[in-house]
Structures are given as C-alpha cells and as structure tokens.
C-alpha cells in the first residue's frame, strides 16, 4: 500500500498549484480520502476530504471557495486544486486514505508534498 503525493513547490501569494496522490494497493473510491497540512510548530489539521460513497466533500474554514478536493477513480488518484493562495498556506501537505467499516480500520498517509507560499 503507498500514497505518493506530487505538485508542491514555491508559488507566489495569490497563485495557484494542483495536488496529486496517486495510490497504488488500495482502491481511493472505496476510501474517505482527505489532505491533512502542517505548518513549522503546529498541529497537522484536516484541509479537505472526499467520501467514498457519494463523493460528498468537506473543507477547513480557512480554505473554503479557495481549495477543490476532487477524485479519479481511473487514475486511482486524488487532487486538490489549491488557488488564491496565501502565506499561511505554506505547509506540508499530507494524503490520507481511511477505511472502517465494523471491526475492520485501515489508515494510510502520504510521505508529503512541502507548499510555500511567498514572495
């Protein structure tokens, strides 16, 4: 099982950059699939997630309007679409893939992708 994230780098405020995880041992549309960050000296916390059934999504407050988390299950890969970006944005960014159902708990994570957003 292997989450490999790709696409991060240096943009300036206000620009945009696209998120790829691509899994390889498990199938994504069976998963909740999500992005978690962290920042230097802070908590890694929850940026967007997608369900499994559904495809339903959920966003941070902090990136709401700006952030797009979306799936390919033919590609086995999930994106996230970051625009507008802004300083307090820069952060590792985490993929995690989650699975439960009765007795039954998989957790996967992404080795990370660093984003900085400066000028």
């Known amino acids: 099982v292997q989450l490999v994230e790709s696409g991060g780098g240096l943009v300036q405020p206000g620009g945009s950059l696209s998120l790829s995880c691509a899994a390889s041992?498990?199938?994504?549309?069976?998963?909740?699939m999500s992005w978690y960050r962290q920042a230097p000296g802070k908590e890694r916390e929850l940026v967007a997630s997608?369900?499994?059934?559904?495809?339903?999504?959920k966003y941070a407050d902090s990136v709401k309007g700006r952030f797009t988390i979306s799936r390919d299950n033919a590609k086995n890969t999930v994106y996230l679409q970051m625009n507008s970006l802004k300083p307090e944005d820069t952060a590792v960014y985490y993929c995690?893939?989650?699975?439960?159902?009765?007795?039954?708990?998989?957790?996967?994570w992404g080795q990370g992708t660093q984003v900085t957003v400066s000028s």
């Open positions: 995690n893939g989650h699975y439960r159902f009765l007795s039954r708990e998989y957790d996967y």
């Open positions: 997608i369900s499994s059934a559904g495809g339903s999504t």
């Open positions: 041992g498990f199938t994504v549309s069976r998963y909740a």
